[in-house]
C-alpha cells in the first residue's frame, strides 16, 4: 500500500450559499483532501495543526476513515483555524468573509518518522513555508510532490509560494488562481508559464466548468458531472486534488495516461463533495455510488466519430 503524507488546514468553516448558512462545521484542506484519498486503497496520514476549541470527534471521524491523525497536534488553549465565506447565486464565484489563522500563524509541522519516506506528498492549501519545511524533512526525494494553493497566500506569501512551486511535480489550482499566478488571461499561456517555473504537470480546475491537465504539449480535458444538486461547493478543490493523490498513490504510475485516470476519479470525487453543506455527503459515501458515478463519466464523454 503506497504511503501518502497530507499536509494542510484542518479548519471550522462557516459558509453561506444561497440555499442556506452554517455555524462553523468541520472544514478544512486536509480534512477534504484525507476523506477523498480515504476512498483509495492507500496508508495515509495528516501533518496540521487545531486548537482544542475542536471537537475531538472531528479528529475521531477521520481516524474513523483510516486517516492516520497522530501528526495534527492540538495546541491547549489556541484557536483553530477559521474560514468563513459566501457564495454568490452562480455558485461558481465566492468571497472570502474572514480568514483568522489562529493557530496555524505558528506551526512548525514535525512529519512523523514513519511517513518520512511516502511516495507522495500532498501539500494542501496553506502556509507555504510550512509546505517547504514538510518537503524539508523528506528521507529523501518523493516520487511526487503534489502541490495545493490559492489566492490567499499569491497575495500574502508570493516569494515563499514561487519556492515551493519550484520543488513541485504536480500543481493543482483553479483558472482564476493561474491567471493570477501568471498574469495570463489563455489558460494554454498560463499553463506553459507554470511549467517554466517548475511543475511537470499542472491542473487547473474550473470548478462546474471541469478541469484541465496539460504536460507539455499534451492536454486533456475533464468535464464535471452535470449534477441536479448543487448545494456547497466548498472543498470541491480539494476532494478533487484528494482523489488525484489518492489513486496516484494507490496506482503507483505517473504517466500522462494514467494522470488523466487520476483527474477523472478525482472530479467524479468532487462531484459528490457539492451535494450537502461541508464534509456531509463524504462522511458516508459508499463505494458503489463512487463506482457508479465513475460509470455515469464514462458515457458521458464517450463518443464514436469516424474520422478520415
Ligand atoms: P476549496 O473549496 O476546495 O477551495 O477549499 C475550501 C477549504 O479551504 C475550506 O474548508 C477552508 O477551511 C480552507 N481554506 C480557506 N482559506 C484557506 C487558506 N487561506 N489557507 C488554507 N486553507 C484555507
Redesign the pocket.
Known sequence: MGKLLIV??V???AIETPFGKTDKIL???A??IGLAASQFDVDAAIVSVVGDDLPYEYLQFLADKNIDISAIEIVKGGKT???S?KYRNDLNT?D?IS?E?NV?ADFNPVVPENYKNSEVVML????PSIQMSVINQMEKRPKLIVL?T?N??MNNTSEELKEVIKHTDIITI?DEEARQLTNEYSLVKAAAQIHTMGPKYVVIKKGEHGALLFHNDNIFFAPALPLEEVFD?????????GGFVGYLSETENESFNNLKNAVIHGSNLASFCVERF?TERMANLKKEEVERRLHQFRELTQFDIQLQ
Not at 494542501?124 to 502556509?127: I, R
Open positions: 494542510g488546514t479548519a471550522f468553516d472544514g478544512g484542506a480534512t477534504f483555524f477559521f474560514w465565506g465566492r472570502t480568514t489563522l496555524l494542501g492549501n496553506l502556509h495545493d490559492m490567499y497566500w483553479n461547493p466548498t472543498g470541491a478543490g480539494d476532494t478533487f486534488a461541508g
